[in-house]
Nanobody, 118 residues
């Protein structure tokens, strides 16, 4: 079992920045085998979409709309993944979910709201 605790969402003006954090906790076996970790988002009336993922070897993947603006990083010692979001746009407004895959299971956080005003 893995629990994911997200933080860092909020309200920001267009062009601003936010940093999301997601800390994983649970059994040592599950935590040490998380691969990958990532962030998804879901805007009202839309399907959940992948934003960015990072593997244990720090290989990253981004959706095209955030490339050059968002940076995902991972601190394996703290079992934490971060999403630095710069140059935010109103279309980035969504509920952002942390995701972790380990030992054949997928886990989700509760979500943190990001709202970008124009």
């Amino acid at each position: 079992q893995v629990q994911l605790a997200e933080s860092g969402g909020g309200l920001v003006q267009a062009g601003g920045s936010l940093r999301l954090s997601c800390a994983a906790s649970g059994s040592i076996l599950s935590i040490t085998n998380i691969d990958p970790m990532g962030w998804y988002r879901q805007a009202p009336g839309k399907q959940r979409e992948l934003v960015a993922t990072i593997t244990s070897s720090r290989r990253t993947n981004y959706i095209d709309s955030v490339k050059g603006r968002f940076t995902i990083s991972r601190d394996n010692a703290k079992n934490t993944v971060y999403l630095q979001m710069n140059s935010l746009k109103p279309e980035d407004t969504a509920l952002y979910y942390c995701n972790a895959v380990t030992l054949g299971y997928e886990y989700w956080g509760q979500g943190t709201q990001v709202t970008v005003s124009s």
